[in-house]
Nanobody, 128 residues
Framework: QVELVESGGGSVQAGGALRLSCAASGLTSSSNYMGWFRQAPGTEREAVATINTGGGSTYYSNSVKGRFTISQDKAKNMVWLQMNSLKPEDTAMYYC?????????????????????WGQGTQVTVSS
């Protein structure tokens, strides 16, 4: 059973930075999709950044490209999301997710339904 535990959320002023961490346990495949998603009240859950832990390919949503960076330590089963130049519209609950990848070289998907395991979430609040 896969368990994901997020940490690192908090409140920050616009222009600030936060680093979210996701500790994964129970992963049995050498290649997994892992991703960060977010959901604000009244909105659908959306992908922020995803990574194929096998080959390292990444996806970023257009709204965070150039500001956020997803990274991993495969040996430690850790994934991070470095968030810089934060904006009020980045305010949301952020979730770590994991899914089994069919290949180390497949592009990590952005659809939430592709991911089988989810963390509890960590709140990010950006004030103007």
């Amino acid at each position: 059973q896969v368990e994901l535990v997020e940490s690192g959320g908090g409140s920050v002023q616009a222009g600030g930075a936060l680093r979210l961490s996701c500790a994964a346990s129970g992963l049995t495949s050498s290649s997994n999709y892992m991703g960060w998603f977010r959901q604000a009240p009244g909105t659908e859950r959306e992908a922020v950044a995803t990574i194929n832990t096998g080959g390292g390919s990444t996806y970023y949503s257009n709204s965070v490209k150039g500001r956020f960076t997803i990274s991993q330590d495969k040996a430690k089963n850790m994934v991070w999301l470095q968030m810089n130049s934060l904006k009020p519209e980045d305010t949301a609950m952020y979730y770590c997710a994991a899914g089994r990848a069919g290949s180390a070289y497949s592009y990590p998907p952005a659809l939430p339904g592709t991911y089988e395991s989810w963390g509890q979430g960590t709140q990010v609040t950006v004030s103007s």
